[in-house]
């Protein structure tokens, strides 16, 4: 906490004179082990070096009306930062946090389409990070601002996700992209099972819904690794490295750092994205036959996707081809792979058409053959790389 008291003519007159500015917190990727995006934090230096963090002031200028006339100046000295990021960095992407006024107000979406129309940054540079209060009142303006923003091609972060009483209903309602869960429930997974169940939950919620996963608030070497081998996506923290100063996070960015990394996690979600389609298929099937015909339009929505190309294992397939990795694990699974998706494709049509219990009950077998070989190429797979990795 800053020691004087602090007034809105303080920090109006900061705002003006100079003294707030963007630090960086870096995100790595779990894949790769580099650092692919960063979060840009708001801090006010004084004249005489120190500095106040953002919680001892932004809740006064939101109360106060002054979150507007920060974000009008210090959006602009954003971009210029992004700039200097990307020209280290083309495909770097910088989180940035609003509030609900940003999003009341035209102004954001009116400054990033004009950037973005003239190619100062891509899209892809900077993501919108926003917490469940600033879109709790369901405003057609805030709903309008986050379309208008999807629109431009940014991504939308759910931040602090797993503290707020609604968080589930804005994810049925806003657009997002990816969920930014909680530091404080990623700290407290080294005291409290709760904790780290929460954690995995949303994971695999993030996972089915295909969004994007950051953790942040990692601050050891274990919870790195274990969110890793969890199949999060990106990792934030001050394990990796705390904020640093535009020009700090450039030269960490030019000295190109490499943390631990594992596409392991990434076929761990594969193989619960496969189970979890077999499922969705036997759950189908079992419902249609406890009810009449008429009444299947009133199923609830399973995103149930037949195609194996929209799979995680062939997401998984991709990344290890991209990443110049031998491939012949996964043509060994390729075969039963995509005669599971045909054979749930046919049971489903076949449950819908036939009267035959004969035919579903030949369909569900032949289905569950060929998952069970699925599932037997990918224990291979993992028993093999853990005891590479062990070795």
């Not at 106040?52 to 210090?74: H, K, N, Q, R």
């Not at 609900?100 to 003239?118: Q, T």
């Not at 934030?236 to 960490?252: A, N, Y």
Request: proline residues 4%.
């Amino acid at each position: 906490m800053y020691g004087t008291e602090i007034s809105a003519q303080d920090i109006e007159a900061a705002l003006h004179e100079g003294e707030l500015c963007f630090y960086y917190q870096p995100k790595v990727s779990f894949l790769n082990g580099s650092i692919v995006g960063g979060e840009a934090l708001l801090r006010w230096i004084k004249p005489d070096g120190s500095i106040i963090p953002p919680g001892d002031f932004l809740p006064l200028a939101e109360s106060s009306g002054l979150i507007s006339d920060i974000t009008a100046v210090m959006l602009t000295e954003l971009i210029a930062d992004i700039e200097a990021i990307k020209a280290v960095k083309a495909d770097i992407q910088v989180a940035y946090n609003v509030a609900a006024s940003d999003l009341n107000s035209p102004y954001l979406v009116k400054i990033l389409r004009s950037v973005i129309g003239s190619r100062r940054i891509g899209s892809g540079n900077i993501q919108i990070e926003i917490t469940e209060t600033a879109v709790l009142d369901n405003s057609d303006r805030i709903q309008r601002s986050l379309l208008d923003l999807v629109a431009l091609g940014i991504e939308i972060v759910m931040d602090d996700f797993g503290t707020g009483y609604s968080s589930l209903d804005l994810l049925s309602r806003v657009p997002f992209s990816a969920l930014k869960i909680d530091q404080g429930v990623v700290g407290r997974m080294a005291t409290d099972a709760k904790n780290t169940h929460i954690v995995t939950s949303s994971l695999d919620m993030a996972r089915e819904m295909s969004l994007k996963t950051v953790a942040e608030g990692i601050e050891t070497e274990a919870t790195y690794a274990f969110l890793m081998a969890a199949g999060c996506n990106e990792a934030q923290g001050f394990w990796m490295s705390e904020p640093l100063p535009r020009d700090d996070f450039i030269s960490l960015l030019e000295s190109k750092p490499q943390w631990p990394s594992s596409s392991l996690g990434l076929l761990y979600s594969a193989w619960i994205s496969h189970m979890s389609y077999r499922r969705k298929v036997l759950d189908t099937v079992h419902i249609m036959t406890q009810t009449s015909p008429e009444d299947w339009e009133n199923l609830p929505k399973m995103n149930l996707v037949h195609s194996p190309a929209h799979c995680r294992l062939s997401e998984w397939h991709l990344v290890k081809g991209s990443s110049g990795d031998d491939t012949s694990d996964f043509r060994k699974l390729d075969d039963p792979h995509r005669l599971m998706h045909a054979a749930g494709e046919s049971l489903i049509h076949t449950t819908k058409t036939s009267q035959s219990t004969e035919e579903i009950t030949k369909g569900i077998r032949i289905f569950l053959e060929y998952s069970d070989r699925v599932d037997a190429e990918v224990s291979k797979i993992v028993e093999r790389w853990l005891g590479n990795a062990i070795n």
